[in-house]
């Protein structure tokens, strides 16, 4: 059972940047699939980006994109959110999820993803 978990979550200022972290307790099998969501209070949680099956693909969320940059470390245990130019629509708490073998048309969706972190508080304000 993989158990992920976020940090690098904080308070920062309109235009700042962010390095998210979502570590793995284990390396991850070339099907696995690690995406960022977010949520915030009183909205539905939100796909952010997702790296595909191992990285060989990237996929950003439309109000992230060219802002936000997913990767990860060689041995496979920690995924990277690098977040620049932040707005305070970014404010959320932000979720690490996992999926093995996941299917492409469910990669938006929350209830796909069988593993899941604890989530990080990321707050833009001045």
Same mark, same amino acid.
């Given at each position: 059972? !993989?158990?992920? !978990?976020?940090?690098? $979550?904080?308070? !920062?200022?309109?235009?700042?940047? #962010?390095?998210?972290? +979502?570590?793995?307790?284990?390396?991850?099998?070339?099907? &696995?699939?690690?995406?960022? &969501?977010?949520?915030?209070? $009183?909205?539905?949680?939100? &796909? !952010?980006?997702?790296?595909?099956? $191992?990285? %060989? =693909?990237?996929?950003?969320?439309?109000?992230?994109?060219?802002? &936000?940059?997913?990767?990860?470390? =060689? =041995?496979?245990?920690?995924?990277?959110?690098?977040?620049? =130019? #932040?707005?305070?629509?970014?404010?959320?708490?932000?979720? +690490?999820? $996992?999926?093995?073998?996941?299917?492409?048309?469910?990669?938006?969706?929350? %209830?796909?993803? %069988?593993?899941?972190?604890?989530?990080?508080?990321?707050?833009?304000?001045?």
């Amino acid at each position: 059972q !993989v158990q992920l !978990v976020e940090s690098g $979550g904080g308070l !920062v200022q309109p235009g700042g940047s #962010l390095r998210l972290s +979502c570590e793995a307790s284990e390396r991850t099998p070339s099907d &696995f699939t690690t995406t960022w &969501f977010r949520q915030a209070p $009183g909205k539905e949680r939100e &796909f !952010v980006a997702a790296m595909w099956r $191992g990285g %060989s =693909n990237t996929y950003y969320g439309d109000s992230v994109k060219g802002r &936000f940059s997913i990767s990860r470390d =060689n =041995n496979k245990k920690t995924l990277y959110l690098q977040m620049t =130019n #932040l707005k305070p629509e970014d404010t959320a708490v932000y979720y +690490c999820a $996992g999926s093995r073998r996941l299917i492409m048309s469910t990669m938006h969706s929350p %209830s796909a993803y %069988s593993y899941w972190g604890q989530g990080t508080q990321v707050t833009v304000a001045s």
